[in-house]
């Protein structure tokens, strides 16, 4: 008798194999060739496919070089949500950004000199990370709305936003250009740090004390919840 529960992941994972293959394929060809002189149909025949296939899994040509799209234009908004009881939204983010220099995040742009070279070569790839900037920027703000409870989206969570997401999008540009300037991992994250932080610094003043998590309420005999035993 098949056991038809294993069936759904067996799918998922061959659709997951697929896709990887896909991406793997077209990266390498994109860095070769250049992202506007590749064709679908080579990217196709490189990783063993159907054309449609290729489409199928990336709908647009950009987001098979870009394939962690949805981790960067989701990625502020998601560190927001998952803040700790206590923890403002800039202290959040201030966190995850730090953090992801210190372990050279590729969506922090440590994807090495191919990559940046190649979205720097190509207006299409540009045009795309900038609108993956703005996604990010849009959720960002939708997830400080949904913070400061003043669904939908109000003037001030949309300026807050701009002015967080700026932080990211500025790291993310000095990365991609020390790393065309032939500098490592390593020394590119010692000289982004310090700016960093002091990009953030000059926000405590106007966003330390926006969009903080409330801290758990305590039982009603004044014990905290994790005292409960």
Do not use: Q, W
């Not at 060809?29 to 489409?55: C, P, S």
């Not at 953090?99 to 070569?121: C, I, K, W």
């Not at 795309?128 to 409870?149: F, G, I, M």
Request: charge should be negative; aromatic fraction near 4%; include cysteine.
């Amino acid at each position: 008798m098949t056991d038809t529960g294993t069936a759904p992941n067996l799918r998922e994972l061959n659709k997951r194999r697929t896709r990887e293959a896909i991406s793997h394929a077209a990266t390498r060809l994109f860095i070769e060739r250049g992202f506007d002189r590749t064709t679908i149909a080579e990217v196709a025949t490189a990783a063993g496919v159907a054309k449609m296939t290729v489409t199928n899994h990336f709908p647009r040509k950009e987001d098979l070089f870009f394939d962690l799209h949805e981790e960067l234009a989701g990625r502020l908004a998601r560190t927001v949500a998952e803040r700790a009881p206590g923890e403002s939204a800039l202290a959040a983010l201030r966190r995850g950004c730090l953090a992801g220099l210190d372990r050279h995040d590729p969506r922090l742009g440590f994807s090495g000199p191919d990559f940046a070279r190649t979205v720097a070569e190509s207006p299409a790839l540009g045009a795309r990370l900038r609108e993956l900037h703005e996604l990010s920027e849009t959720a960002l703000a939708e997830a400080l709305a949904e913070a400061v409870h003043a669904i939908p989206v109000d003037f001030e969570s949309r300026v807050a936003a701009a002015l967080l997401a700026a932080v990211d999008r500025s790291v993310l540009a000095e990365v991609f250009r020390r790393t065309l300037a032939g500098e490592d991992h390593a020394t590119i994250a010692a000289a982004v740090r310090p700016s960093a932080v002091r990009a953030f610094d000059r926000l405590e003043g106007t966003l330390g004390s926006y969009a903080v998590r409330e801290e758990p309420e305590g039982r009603a005999d004044g014990s905290a919840p994790e005292e409960r035993g």
